[in-house]
């Protein structure tokens, strides 16, 4: 089970991960000469880097000098930053971006990044060259949140697997030894009924042991429990009591799904996509329902920048809420030995301040708005929470409050 700790660091390298996806997808190349290369973990450097020098070699045949000379470049820049690594990546893999981006004016600039350690395992090498800079798989891991356990199952066969954001595991199978509705001769109506309910039973029990195996140890980081298969079959098994009581409990839908093999989790998931939707966005619901609840008291609440900051200075904060869509920097000035704060556009220039003393204001940093407030949460011991935008509530705290509000320990009355 993560911890408090745990989940923040995990919050606060998303977000920069977040932050580095967007910049690179600012980025424009004139012509195909973008290079993005995904390793895996298991991927050795030193074929990465025969593959660069390939890919090297037969860009000399493209026709354009400009691309040609870019493309060499880029690769040139690559090959130079996997000198860094030893035999494999770091875990994870690596994600290396390399390009003569369009700078204005008819102008490039040669641009090189690594993203070490993604938010999930790099899955296959992919070598991409282009006018951008392929994201989408980046996308996809940041996309990627809550654990939910699969099951579907027939009279015939079942299977169990996980849900890990979008990524559908397999993990065990069986076949049942349940007899089909058709007796075999010599055995009269009645006997061969109750084998066959015997045969079900027991199948159904070896289907629950196989679950209640994979899913109880993760328990306490279960979202939920989907389970899949035709009618009646899966109403009678969970119906009949067979999952582990805390198992059951996490169950929180059923889905008719027509296969029950490997491909049947996946169907399964794509039934399940309106309640898989709801329970993401469950946790963030629950946290702004509580924040109004103690807005509307009048007490352990706070919004806005300023008295929010305040707060957390003070170590008041319980939680700190911040909206997933906020794009803000702050910038601190420095008044006659006093610091005031501003905050400002990301894509616009510092702004000229007038300190509230009178005293002639001098810009001492600018930083982004989430890594400031998120600073100094992780040294107050505030939890972070990030709210999606994809409810009601969740658009009122980025509209209304400025996309930055916090749960108070106490009230403090700022």
């Known amino acids: 089970m993560s911890t408090d700790a745990e989940d923040a660091g995990e919050d606060r390298r998303k977000y920069e991960f977040r932050k580095v996806i967007e910049e690179l997808q600012e980025y424009e190349g004139s012509g195909t000469q973008l290079v993005t290369i995904y390793i895996p973990p ?13 890919e090297h070699s037969e860009a000399s045949n493209i026709k354009s000098k400009q691309t040609r000379t870019n493309v060499q470049d880029a690769l040139t820049s690559i090959k130079d930053r996997l000198r860094y690594y030893d035999t494999f ?5 690596i994600v290396l971006f390399s390009g003569a981006v369009n700078s204005g004016g008819g102008q490039t600039t040669m641009v090189t990044k690594a993203l070490e350690s993604p938010p999930q395992p790099v899955e296959s090498f992919r070598y991409h060259c282009d006018s951008a800079f392929l994201t989408e798989p980046l996308e996809e891991m940041l996309a990627d949140k809550g654990l939910f356990g699969l099951v579907v199952l027939d009279r015939r066969e079942a299977n169990v697997g996980w849900l890990k954001g979008k990524r559908v595991e397999p993990v065990k199978s069986t076949s049942s030894l349940v007899p089909g509705k058709q007796r075999k001769g010599g055995q009269s109506a009645q006997r061969f009924a109750r084998l066959r309910l015997e045969a079900i039973d027991n199948f159904y029990q070896e289907v629950a042991e196989m679950a209640n195996d994979l899913f109880v140890p993760k328990r306490h980081e279960l979202d939920g429990i989907l389970v899949g298969g035709p009618s009646p079959t899966k109403d009678e098994f969970l119906e009949g009591g067979y999952l582990h009581h805390e198992i059951q409990d996490n169950v929180v839908g059923k889905f008719d799904v027509a296969y029950t093999d490997e491909s049947g989790l996946y169907d399964l998931v794509d039934a399940a996509q309106d309640v898989l939707a709801d329970q993401e966005i469950m946790q963030d619901k629950a946290q702004m329902e509580e924040f109004f609840e103690k807005l509307h008291t009048g007490e352990e609440a706070t919004y806005g920048f300023e008295a929010t900051r305040k707060n957390l200075v003070m170590g008041s904060v319980d939680r700190l809420l911040l909206s997933e869509d906020l794009r803000r920097d702050v910038v601190v000035y420095e008044c006659d030995g006093e610091e005031e704060f501003e905050v400002v556009d990301r894509r616009h220039s510092t702004p000229e301040h007038e300190c509230s003393n009178g005293a002639t204001a001098e810009v001492v940093e600018r930083e982004d708005l989430i890594e400031h407030l998120m600073g100094i949460a992780e040294q107050r011991g505030t939890e972070t929470k990030f709210i999606s935008t994809d409810f009601e509530k969740g658009e009122q705290l980025y509209d209304a409050f400025g996309g930055v509000a916090g ?5 403090t009355g700022v």
Do not use: C, E, F, T
């Open 407 to 411: 749960i108070l320990r106490y009230s």
């Open 42 to 54: 298991d991927k050795q450097i030193s074929d990465v880097v025969d593959h660069v020098i390939q």
């Open 89 to 93: 990546p770091p875990d994870n893999g």
